[in-house]
């Protein structure tokens, strides 16, 4: 890092912000580039196993889901997968994908993200490991555990202006867990949870209203739909300050986060 320092003309506490891409902190774009370029003309690798040492930290975010036979659940899962991959890179992290039949203890994690799961899933993972275990679209009524979910009560405020107080079905992907479940159904007065096509065909010329992408496809078009997007890479930003959280243990957070 030294020789790259000298080279590039800067500190080597600037190299150091280049290579861990460390966005809080006033870099121009000229200087990252130049870094950048002398790094790859000296095959310059930062030694992940001596960054580990001494900073006590793997880089490393597991992830557990359920096993799903459903498509629909299935590409919901592969788009959680995508944006939680490409937070995870930004701050310097690799998101590793578990077998949900082999749960075990983890030693090579900071911290694990467990998508849509039932409370016995999320508990057998909590009892076997001592690393921050963060709830995503699944509650666990144990306060001391960050649970972030979709804020479903902002949804039904923007469907009663869409559609006027309770005159519509939300559509959704039937969750595995069934706190969560029952959250929903007592959100919403008309709850469909949609499996297949043929859920939808049997809401035909209703009103309705949905924020899962894996729906978007089947909905669209139809006249009396309407679709509220909310922004996935948004929520696994808040995934990850979570895990930020949990990891260094601050103290007093709110672990019931709705996005």
Known sequence: MKDIAKQAGVSVATISYVINNRTDQRISEETRKKVLQIVNLLDYKPNS?????????????????????????????????????????????????????????????????CFDATLDFFLRIGDKNLVPVIAVDCLIDIPWFFQICSDYKLLKQHADQHFGEDNYFYLCLPPNNELLKSFICKTFREVKFVKDLTDISEIANQNCVYNQSALKDLMAGKEHSCYIPYDLHSKMDRVYRCIDFAINRIPDMEHAQFV
């Open 49 to 113: 196993s001596a960054k580990s040492l001494s900073t006590s930290k793997t880089y490393n975010i597991a992830l557990y889901m359920m096993p799903e036979s459903s498509l629909l659940k299935r590409s919901e899962q592969l788009l959680l997968i995508e944006a939680l991959s490409e937070v995870s890179t930004h701050y310097g992290y690799h998101l590793v994908i578990q077998d949900n039949k082999e749960i075990a203890k983890l030693n090579h994690v900071d911290a694990i993200v």
